[in-house]
């Protein structure tokens, strides 16, 4: 299933899709309450050249879902979509391209942050191509500056964007308690979120950014968010500005969820 093609991943996303329709449908004609839905979309870098087109996906959010903020926890109510928008890296084009559409729009959003790259380039990357290249993560300074904005949320990212699993669990510990330090340093206040790098996780890694102290974890399976208020470990769906308006709308709606069950 991990390997389908994204025109066969689009068409079981739609079929789910209709099924829900019918679901919810079948619901009022019943008289009970469709549950709500939650996605938390999650981004990297908003180039220049796309800033136009991640601006339309904003605009289809607004028309498909309520926006909220991840902290705290989003009070859903039955039968309402929501949706959440979220940046891994820090990335300055973020700052440059993605902050003004979200601003204008008065969506909130949350930064999930590298603190040991501040300012420098995302070495992290293995096959990175042009436009990646011309990626810088931001300077500490930048991110002060944009914690001032009461729209934004600042989560750590490790410190060095380390895969988790691979690192080990003494440079994993390492990696969660100094990145949240870090940037409390760097902001003067708690940080409490937390999204796992290449979305390397497993429980015990849970167990440790827990006994760390973030009150949330995001992961990048996307199943659908904030089902239970003290839900640890949150689904996201990955995004992008350049993806097709019908696979946007489908994530939005949570018809991707289903690609969770087919991820260890």
Known sequence: MA???PQAKLLISLAVRLFDIWRASLARVLGREHPPACVVLYYHGVPIEKRGLFGCQLDTLLK????????PVPVLC????????????????????????????????????????LGQRPSW??????TVNE????????????????????????VTHAHLIEVGPQRAAVELF??????????????????????????????????VGYQRVFSSSPRLAFRESN??????????????????????????????TCRT
Do not use: C
């Open 3 to 5: 390997r389908l093609k």
């Open 64 to 71: 498909l879902a309520q926006p909220v903020a991840i902290e």
């Open 78 to 117: 039955p039968g309402k979509f929501y949706a959440a928008v979220t940046f891994d890296d820090g990335y300055v084009s973020v700052l440059e391209n993605a902050v003004p559409e979200l601003m204008k729009r008065k969506i909130p959003w949350t930064v999930f942050v590298p603190s040991g790259r």
């Open 125 to 130: 990357l293995r096959n990175p191509s042009k």
């Open 135 to 158: 990626e810088w993560v931001m300077t500490a300074e930048q991110l002060r500056t944009l914690a001032k904005n009461s729209q934004v949320t600042i989560g750590s990212h490790t």
């Open 178 to 211: 100094q990145s949240k330090n870090d940037l409390e340093q760097v902001l003067g206040r708690p940080v409490t979120l937390f999204s796992y790098p290449f979305g390397a996780r497993t429980p015990a890694l849970d167990e440790q950014a827990h006994a």
């Open 231 to 260: 839900e640890f470990v949150v689904g996201r769906v990955q995004s992008d500005p350049g993806i097709k308006l019908l696979e946007f709308q489908l994530k939005i709606l949570g018809a991707y969820r289903w690609l969770a």
